[in-house]
Structure formats: structure tokens, C-alpha cells
């Protein structure tokens, strides 16, 4: 393991883990001076029954400021105005965000202006913006993918304006992150693939891309070793609650990692393609992850044949011999999403050409890709991946993608 010459790891966040971890949240807000919490969610949230798990774990042990369940699948500006007003008007001291990534980043934006006592978000908007503390915030995922219960980030749209208004501070880390095994049993199996494949890219650009460090390695490898053992065991068997709650430790620990190192070309291609075609950011990470490897293998063969050993176990890692264990991990990657499609009968994509919409139309057809090209070349997750890459790279890996097929690394502009 290299140690750079200089880095900085930080995550101040309290993490709660547990099958019944739920009944600690009064104890902490009371520990952080909160009496009167904020309850934002979303209607899939409600509607799976997990909001009542969560207020029936609380309610009486401490007064719920506002609920409110109306978070759109895109953070909006708009939203988050409008409980901004809502947690004022109720008198509240704190908020409890229970949901995926875009109830955080909304639950965030809200924090931030109630925080500032502002209604003009942009004011706050990119690096280090914040300067002070804000109000208690206490984070319940309910998926085990996007890590934002334990990252420093939000995104949030302004969609009258086309803009996506980004945030970074350590002010917008959650004070607690709470990992209840309950939270995540309703989850369905396609989304349980594709969240779990959005932390493996977590834990594996963490751990290959170029601002990697020592603390944030050890987190990548721990919630790759996870994933490895449980994420296809839960897709099979989503009742196991012992594999839920391996799954959330996994998505915290691989939040942790690339909160603190950055990503690569996977999130760069796939930020791109949700912006231009709306294909879900997780099932964009289950697909371009082998080609984010592939393309990287010429400079990082060493650190992804690493990755092996998490992934697959000491036995695979010692009967593949060294020369072929990079490639190893890209094969059995693969073998994961072919895994995780038939597990779900055909739900988690593996290819872009099969990526379709609720009602069967594709959402990536093949003349779209200069334009995700074009949407990638405005992303700066690229800024970290080990080799640049052009517009001209861009396309021929989303071609590969798009058709599903390996990557032709002789065509690689080799920097």
C-alpha cells in the first residue's frame, strides 16, 4: 500500500448500525439538542410502510416537529424551498431524512437554508460555501447504495434553469447515520442489483482512481469483500436480514471511501447518461463499471488485480496467478451483473441497448450517444480517473457498452 505524499480523510459521522437500530434516534437527536425533529421522506417511502416504522420507533420518546413525504425522484430547488418553509413554520429543531439520494440532497438543501436562514440556495452552492455548523441532522438510508448518509455532497436541480447545483462542506456531513436491517427488506431485487453495484463502483474507483490514500483504501476493501459475499445471496433471498444489513455496512463503508478519494470514468459516464437519456444512476454503475476497469488497466493493473481478493475470496485469489487477476476481477464483475439479471429475471440491465423505460421504450438508443458524450465533457468526475480521456475515447467506450461487448483496449489513447 502507497502512501501519497499528502492527503486528507475526515467523517465525522455517528454510525448506528443494527436490526433494531431505529429506537436509538431519540437518544441522539436528545444528544445533539434536538427535540423537535423534521421528517422529510418520499411517497415510495411511505407507501413501502417504512416512515411508520421509523415514527412508531420514536414517537413518544420525542415530538415530531413535521412530516413530510412529498421529495420528488429529482432533487428540485423548488422542494426544497418549500420545506424549508414548512420546518419553520413548525418550530423545528432538527431533521431526520429517511430515504435514498435524493431525499438526502433535498433533506441537505433544506438544512442549509433553514441553517442560514436564507431562501436563495445558489448563495451556498459549490466547494466550501459553508462556514459554520448546521442544525442536527440524522440520516436513515433505505437503500444500500448511494453512501450520501456518510458524504460531504448534494446535488440539487434547478429545473426551470437546466442547472444542477452542486454542494460540498463538511458542514453537510449527517451528525448520524442510522443502518436498521429493516429499512432496506421491502427493497425490490432490480433495485436491490443495481444500488448494491452502485457501492461495489464506489468501493472499486475509491480504490483505483488517482486521489486513493490509505484510510480511504481500507473502507473500499471492506465494502468490496461485503458486497462480494452478500449482494447476489439478498437479490436471491431478499428476506435475509443478515445480508441487508451487511449491504448497508457495505454502501457507508464505500461512501466513506470515495467521499474521501474521489471517483472515475464510471461516474463520469454515468452522470452523463442520466443527464441525457435518465437512465437511474445506479443501473449507469452496473454497467460501465467493467469498462471503467478496462479502460484503466493499462496503468492500474497492479491495484485492480488487488481487488480480487475482496471481491472473490483467498481461495479464487490463490488458484488465479498474478499475471491474470486484474482481468480476473473485470470477468467476474461481468459475471456479476449477467448473475444479478437472471436473478431478477431480466430487470437489472447489463447493457445499454437494454435499458427500456416502465413502459418497454428504450431509454438509450444508439444515435443518443454523442450526446452523452457531450454531457460527459461537462462532468468533472472524469478529473480523477487514471487516464484522460477524449471525446473521441468517451464515445468508443460507450459504443462497447451500449452493445455489450469488451472493450478493443488497442484503441486506448494511451497517456
Same mark, same amino acid.
Given at each position: 500500500m502507497n502512501v501519497p505524499?499528502?492527503?486528507e480523510f475526515c467523517c465525522r459521522?455517528?454510525? %448506528?448500525?443494527?436490526? !433494531?437500530?431505529?429506537?436509538?434516534?431519540?437518544?441522539?437527536?436528545?444528544?445533539?439538542?434536538?427535540?423537535?425533529?423534521?421528517?422529510?421522506? !418520499?411517497?415510495?417511502?411511505?407507501?413501502?410502510?417504512l416512515l411508520d416504522l421509523v415514527t412508531d420507533a420514536i414517537r413518544g420518546s420525542i415530538e415530531i416537529g413535521a412530516i413530510n413525504d412529498e421529495v420528488p425522484p429529482d432533487s428540485d430547488v423548488k422542494v426544497v424551498n418549500r420545506l424549508a418553509g414548512l420546518f419553520r413554520a413548525s418550530g423545528c429543531d432538527g431533521i431526520v431524512a429517511i430515504g435514498g439520494g435524493s431525499v438526502m440532497d433535498t433533506a441537505k438543501g433544506v438544512n442549509i437554508l433553514v441553517s442560514e436562514n436564507s431562501d436563495n440556495l445558489l448563495a451556498f452552492a459549490g466547494a466550501n460555501a459553508l462556514k459554520r455548523p448546521l442544525k442536527p441532522f440524522v440520516a436513515i438510508p433505505t437503500t444500500a447504495g448511494t453512501g450520501s448518509e456518510v458524504t460531504q455532497a448534494a446535488v440539487i436541480k434547478d429545473h426551470e434553469k437546466s442547472l444542477k447545483l452542486a454542494f460540498a462542506s463538511y458542514f453537510l456531513l449527517p451528525d448520524a447515520a442510522v443502518l436498521d436491517s429493516r429499512m432496506t427488506l421491502t427493497l425490490p431485487p432490480a433495485l436491490t442489483a443495481s444500488t448494491g453495484m452502485d457501492a461495489l463502483t464506489h468501493a472499486m474507483e475509491a480504490y483505483f482512481c %488517482?486521489? +486513493?490514500?490509505?484510510?480511504?483504501?481500507?473502507?473500499?476493501?471492506?465494502?468490496?469483500? %461485503?458486497?462480494?459475499?452478500?449482494? %447476489?445471496?439478498?437479490?436471491?433471498?431478499?428476506?435475509?436480514?443478515?445480508?441487508?444489513? /451487511?449491504l448497508a455496512n457495505a454502501a457507508t463503508l464505500a461512501g466513506i471511501a470515495f467521499s474521501n478519494s474521489m471517483v472515475g470514468l464510471v461516474h463520469n459516464l454515468g452522470h452523463a447518461t442520466g443527464s441525457a437519456c435518465g437512465v437511474p444512476h445506479g443501473a449507469c454503475m452496473a454497467m460501465f463499471l467493467p469498462y471503467g476497469l478496462e479502460y484503466n488497466l493499462h496503468k492500474r493493473e497492479a491495484v485492480i488485480a488487488e481487488l480480487l481478493l475482496p471481491l472473490a475470496g483467498p481461495g479464487v485469489f490463490a488458484a488465479t496467478p498474478p499475471a491474470g487477476r486484474a482481468q480476473k476481477v473485470i470477468d467476474l464483475v461481468r459475471q456479476m451483473n449477467q448473475d444479478l439479471h437472471d436473478a431478477t429475471g431480466g430487470r437489472h440491465f447489463r447493457f445499454l441497448k437494454e435499458v427500456v423505460d416502465r413502459d418497454g421504450k428504450p431509454?438509450?438508443?444508439?444515435? +443518443?450517444?454523442? /450526446?452523452?458524450?457531450?454531457? /460527459?465533457?461537462?462532468?468533472?468526475?472524469?478529473?480523477?480517473n487514471p487516464e484522460e480521456m477524449d471525446a473521441e475515447d468517451m464515445l468508443m467506450v460507450l459504443e462497447a457498452a451500449w452493445e455489450g461487448r469488451p472493450l478493443d483496449r488497442n484503441r486506448i489513447k494511451k497517456g
Open positions: 505524499g499528502y492527503y459521522v455517528n454510525v %448506528l448500525s443494527g436490526h !433494531d437500530t431505529l429506537e436509538k434516534i431519540p437518544a441522539v437527536l436528545a444528544g445533539l439538542r434536538a427535540g423537535r425533529p423534521f421528517i422529510v421522506t !418520499d411517497r415510495g417511502v411511505s407507501g413501502a410502510g %488517482l486521489a +486513493k490514500n490509505p484510510l480511504s483504501d481500507t473502507h473500499a476493501l471492506a465494502a468490496i469483500d %461485503l458486497i462480494g459475499r452478500h449482494l %447476489l445471496t439478498v437479490v436471491r433471498n431478499p428476506g435475509d436480514r443478515e445480508g441487508r444489513l /451487511a431509454m438509450v438508443p444508439r444515435e +443518443k450517444l454523442p /450526446a452523452v458524450v457531450e454531457a /460527459a465533457r461537462r462532468d468533472g468526475a472524469v478529473f480523477y
